[in-house]
């Protein structure tokens, strides 16, 4: 599902509702006061109706007669939704999503790299390389640097020529650039380009098993990245 767009006051109900219930401040089963709700956002009903329209698509709430409009279990929720998953970071790096996030990198971006190796074409290859070249010359733009990073990974889904795989994007999408955030917002970081590079090396050599490895070890890296970026906020 494309991420909702945020427009106006229509948009910042839908994120205001949706952090309240994703943080738990209304919990899973809990019936909304929608007159106290439109009396608080100052918006009229079917704005709010609007509003609670794109939570339900996303499993969040839904409404039935006689009940209202109610928060739904945790397990209804669309997780995989790129919104979710930028809500549940709003306030800050969520280190246990970003810890979930890294399970399921490790999961699909050493087979993906793998796969990529026997399916990419030169044109993939090409466009590794101009995101290999973006995050050389981000030289500590943070937002450059995200940027790049997000094109890295982006390009090697794209590589699979795998369809599904591709869609992982907006899985991951929102998640690795607030873990980029946090570590190309800090204090001075290793340079991701040589971990970036071996994986690309790998892919135009068509070593399917190197490939695989090279993405383990980048993998590996952001952990231990994340971990000392952790350490240097600590520290101030």
Partial sequence: MAQYARRGIHGQTVEAIA???????????????????????DVSLTALREALKVLS?????????????????????????????????????????LEKLHEVRAIIEPAAARLAARRSTEEDVAALDRALTEMAEA??????????????????????????????????????AERDRLVHGGAAHDD???????????????????AETAMRELLDKAVRDVEKARGQRGSR
């Fill in 139 to 176: 030289d500590g733009d943070p937002a450059a640097a995200v940027a790049a990073d997000l094109s890295f990974h982006r390009a090697l889904l794209a590589a699979t020529h795998n369809e599904l795989l591709e869609r992982m994007e907006v899985v991951m999408e929102t998640g690795l």
């Fill in 19 to 41: 952090r309240r219930i994703l943080t738990g401040d209304i919990a899973a089963g809990a019936t909304l006061n929608i007159a106290a709700l439109q009396e608080e956002f």
């Fill in 57 to 97: 698509a996303k499993g969040i709430v839904d409404a039935r007669q006689k009940r209202g409009t109610f928060v739904r279990p945790r397990a209804d929720w669309n997780l995989l939704d790129g919104d979710v998953i930028r809500w549940q970071f709003a306030e800050g790096a969520d280190h246990h999503l």
């Fill in 192 to 210: 991701p380009v040589p971990s970036h590079r071996a994986v690309v090396d790998a892919l135009r050599a068509r070593d399917e098993s190197a």
